[in-house]
C-alpha cells in the first residue's frame, strides 16, 4: 500500500503539492489525472523518491520515504519500479542489454540475467527482437522494452508518467492491455499519471484528479465519471451543455445494474408523462458499459419523474437551461 499523507512540494517558492493525502491500495490501477503542470508527475517522482518533498510522508509498504538513507532509497526504487513518456532507454544498447541493465547494477548473476531478461522480453510480446537497438523499434515497441526493464527487479509497484501519450490510438490500447495483463498476472500496482481520459476509463479503478496541486476529486472511476465532480467535468469537457433544449432536463446516470433494463419505457407507462431524448452516451469503464441519458421533460412532471426514478435506485440530476 502507498499512503500520501498531507503531502506539501516546492519548487523554489511555487507550491506544487498543496497537502495532498490519500492511499493506494495494493493491486489496484490507481490513476492521477488532471491538465498540464497541475502537479501529476511531481506527485509521482515523490513516490519513488525521485523528488524530494517539504513535509509530510509518503509509506511504502510501511516504510517511510522522509527518513530514507541512500541505500534506502536503492531498496525502495527496486520495490518501486518506473516507465516515462520518452522511454529513457539506452540508445547504444540492444533490448536485451536494456532491459539487463537493473540487474547488472544490482550484481545478479550473468546466466540469471539473461534468462530474465529473455523471458521478459518475451513477456512483453518482444521475443524475436532481443538484438534491436531502440533505433529500430517503433514507439510501442519501445515502451514495450522500457515496462521488461522495469519489471527486471521484481517491482511490487509500477509508476507508469504519461506511458502511452507518445503512442497512437491503436498502439496506446496494445500498451494498455500489457499494463492491464501485468496487474493481473503478477500482481503488481499500478499508478498512472496521464491527461488521456481513455486510458483512465480503459485501465484504472480508482482516480484522483488534481487541481493547482491539490485533490479535488477521488473515487470509484465509473463513479466519477457518471457522476463526474465539477473537476472532472472541466477534464472531460461538457459538450452535452451546448446542445441541451431550453427548459428542464434530467441527466439519469445508468450503473451496471441498470444499464439493460427498460426503466425509461416503464416510466413513460407508468407515470404518463411525455419527454424528449436529448442526449445519452454509453462509456466503457474497464469492460463494463455504462451510460448517461439526458431528457427534457414538461417541468410540472419534474418531482414525480426525480421520485420515480431515486425510487428505482438510480442517480440523477436537474438541468435547467434558461438561454
Ligand atoms: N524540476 C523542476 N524545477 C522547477 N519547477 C518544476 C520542476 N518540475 C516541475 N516544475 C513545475 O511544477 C509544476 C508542476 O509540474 P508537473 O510536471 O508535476 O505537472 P504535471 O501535472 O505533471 O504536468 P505535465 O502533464 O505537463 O507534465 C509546473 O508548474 C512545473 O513548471
Known sequence: MIEIKNLEKQYDSQEVIRDVSFRIEKGEIFGIVGRSGVGKSTLLRCINALEPFNSGDIIVDGISIGSLDSDGVRRLRKKVSMIFQNFNLLNQKTALENVALPMEIWGYDKKTIQSRAKELLTLVGLSDKYKSKPRALSGGEKQRVAIARALALDPEFLLCDEAT??????????????????????????????????????????????????????????????????????????DEMEILPKGTSIRIFFTKDYSNQTIITNMSRDLSVDFSIVWGKLENFSGNVLGSLVININPADK???????TEKGLNVEVIYNES
Do not use: W
Open 165 to 238: 501519450s507518445a503512442l497512437d490510438p491503436n498502439t496506446t490500447k496494445e500498451i494498455l492491455a500489457l499494463l492491464k495483463k501485468i496487474n493481473r498476472e503478477l500482481g503488481l500496482t499500478l499508478v498512472v499519471v496521464t491527461h488521456q481520459m481513455e486510458v483512465v476509463k480503459d485501465i484504472c479503478q480508482r482516480v484522483a484528479v488534481m487541481e493547482g496541486g491539490k485533490v479535488s476529486a477521488l473515487g470509484k472511476v465509473e463513479d466519477l465519471f457518471l457522476n463526474p465532480a465539477k473537476s472532472l467535468k472541466k477534464l472531460i469537457g461538457e
Open 303 to 309: 418531482d414525480q419523474i426525480v421520485s420515480y426514478l
